[in-house]
């Protein structure tokens, strides 16, 4: 049984952690490293093996996978102690803006180290990875990655690190973006007539079902949008307005290029 050890349960640790306990805890042993009180108690139910710090953690302790999720502000502090591991470890992290030069300088140049960018999505099983591997790191530990990422949605490889940026401002922030759609949609709704709750339940399930279709079908976005938009109907009054001189489009463009600048921000 491989051994897993987690290095802080915030939102997206908690997310992984939630459905590898739920998944694949026969195949790994989870052990989780987290300071904080409230953090550690909403993951207790999850692992047998929860510590405060690494000092904790038995001697003999010698994990195959040690995954940072803690906040880019701290990671200075953090990473150097976990060195003990380079020998026999994957290191991944899925902070936004540290690149693997960070943690090779931290780790040693020989590290096995992964980059990852996964999305909240991930706490039902439906997120979206990218990932992008050193030099060092070999097809057994991006294997081993994959393996982890799979269980909680898809993943996929970059060819280089600076697209990370890239897939951040897409899928990485990307869950926000529909979320606000949705918000907008059920405002709107409560606006024209229907009850707040009856606006809101239906704005989410129209975004649910949508994205489902968007998953199942092989059929293009812009065709699906076609399959429903009928000549002189309701749905094509609202598209002309979205459309409009690509109004919409400039927006999401303007709203994800300023995503996309602020990661390379945090990355520099």
């Given at each position: ?208 079902g949508s994205g489902e279709l968007l998953y199942q079908s092989d059929v293009s976005t812009q065709d699906l949008r076609t399959s429903v938009t009928s000549k002189g109907g309701t749905t ?33």
């Amino acid at each position: 049984m491989k051994k897993v050890l987690l290095v802080g349960s915030g939102k997206m640790g908690s997310a992984l952690l939630t459905n590898w306990a739920k998944k694949i805890s026969h195949l790994y042993e989870l052990t989780v490293i987290e300071p904080n009180n409230d953090a550690a108690s909403k993951i207790s139910s999850l692992v047998t093996n929860a510590y405060k710090k690494l000092s904790e953690v038995p001697k003999h302790y010698d994990p195959e996978v040690v995954l940072f999720a803690v906040k880019p502000q701290i990671m200075e502090a953090v990473v150097p102690e976990f060195k003990i591991f380079t020998r026999k470890a994957l290191f991944i992290s899925i902070a936004a803006g540290k690149k693997i030069s960070f943690f090779e300088n931290h780790l040693g140049k020989e590290a096995a180290i992964i980059r990852v960018m996964p999305n909240i999505a991930s706490s039902v099983e439906r997120g979206v990875s990218v990932a992008m591997a050193s030099l060092e790191t070999k097809d057994i530990h991006k294997q081993l990655c994959s393996d982890l990422l799979e269980a909680v949605g898809e993943v996929y490889w970059l060819e280089e690190e600076k697209q990370i940026d890239s897939a951040t401002a897409i899928s990485g922030s990307g869950p926000a973006y529909f979320f606000l759609l949705t918000e907008c949609l059920s405002s709107v709704g409560e606006k024209i007539g229907l009850p707040s709750e009856l606006a809101d339940k239906l704005s989410r399930a129209t975004a649910a079902g949508s994205g489902e279709l968007l998953y199942q079908s092989d059929v293009s976005t812009q065709d699906l949008r076609t399959s429903v938009t009928s000549k002189g109907g309701t749905t094509e009054a609202a598209l002309k307005v979205l459309l409009n001189e690509n109004q919409l489009e400039t927006i999401v463009e303007k709203a994800v290029q300023k995503a996309y600048q602020r990661s390379k921000e945090l990355s520099s």
